[in-house]
Antibody
Framework: EVQLVESGGGLVQPGRSLRLSCAAS????????MHWVRQAPGKGLEWVSG????????QYADSVKGRFTISRDNAKNSLFLQMNSLRVEDTAVYYC?????????????WGQGTLVTVSS | QLVLTQSPSASASLGASVNLTCTLS???????IAWHQQEPEKAPRYLMK???????IKGDGIPDRFSGSSSGAERYLTISSLQSEDEAEYYC?????????FGGGTKLTVL
């Protein structure tokens, strides 16, 4: 059974940094692309960033480009999101999502999410 | 730029069927999409992938009551024999030029 468990969320002041982690199990992690998706309170889903199985291709939404960095450690079956220069509008539940394939861009498993609150 | 359009809301009676629609913007009618369900206060759950030819691949454990189909630029999610637990937000999702794209979601109410 695929399991994705996010951690690292919390309350942080504007301008500060936070690092999210996603621990994956139940599948061969390095066979699949992985993504971060967020959901602001009362809003819809927003794709944040994606990384291919071998980290050879990385993409970001315009809203986080230059501030967020996605990475993965295939030896530890882990996905990360380094969030710098956080803004109030980054407040959201952040979900880790597994791609259906190495590069398809369609997601077929989700974690339970971790809440990031950016506030002074 | 690819846009996915969904109606904000839909409703149907317990035991009835409902079709939810996701429309791909012009020039993108060949794209496959994924449907995801999000119950209140829960994480999203993958339902299925729907291809442009109408074929679909469901996720593990998704009941037979859920099916997908296509017509042109429209991708459909059909839920039959509606149950109270089907009341949720439904999102379509795809990928284009290095970016993930979500529709705005359809809130389904089971009457």
């Amino acid at each position: 059974e695929v399991q994705l468990v996010e951690s690292g969320g919390g309350l942080v002041q504007p301008g500060r940094s936070l690092r999210l982690s996603c621990a994956a199990s139940g599948f061969t992690f390095d066979d699949y692309a992985m993504h971060w998706v967020r959901q602001a309170p009362g809003k819809g889903l927003e794709w944040v960033s994606g990384i291919r199985w071998n980290s050879g291709s990385i993409q970001y939404a315009d809203s986080v480009k230059g501030r967020f960095t996605i990475s993965r450690d295939n030896a530890k079956n882990s996905l990360f999101l380094q969030m710098n220069s956080l803004r109030v509008e980054d407040t959201a539940v952040y979900y880790c999502a597994k791609d259906r394939l190495a590069t398809s861009g369609l997601f077929d498993s989700w974690g339970q999410g971790t809440l990031v609150t950016v506030s002074s | 730029q690819l846009v996915l359009t969904q109606s904000p809301s839909a409703s149907a009676s317990l035991g009835a069927s409902v079709n939810l629609t996701c429309t791909l913007s012009s020039g993108h009618s060949s794209y496959a999409i994924a449907w995801h369900q999000q119950e209140p206060e829960k994480a999203p759950r993958y339902l299925m992938k729907v291809n442009s030819d109408g074929s679909h691949i469901k996720g593990d454990g998704i009941p037979d009551r859920f099916s997908g189909s296509s017509s042109g630029a429209e991708r459909y999610l059909t839920i039959s024999s509606l149950q109270s637990e089907d009341e949720a937000e439904y999102y379509c999702q795809t990928w284009d030029t290095g970016m993930g794209v979500f529709g705005g979601g359809t809130k389904l109410t089971v009457l």
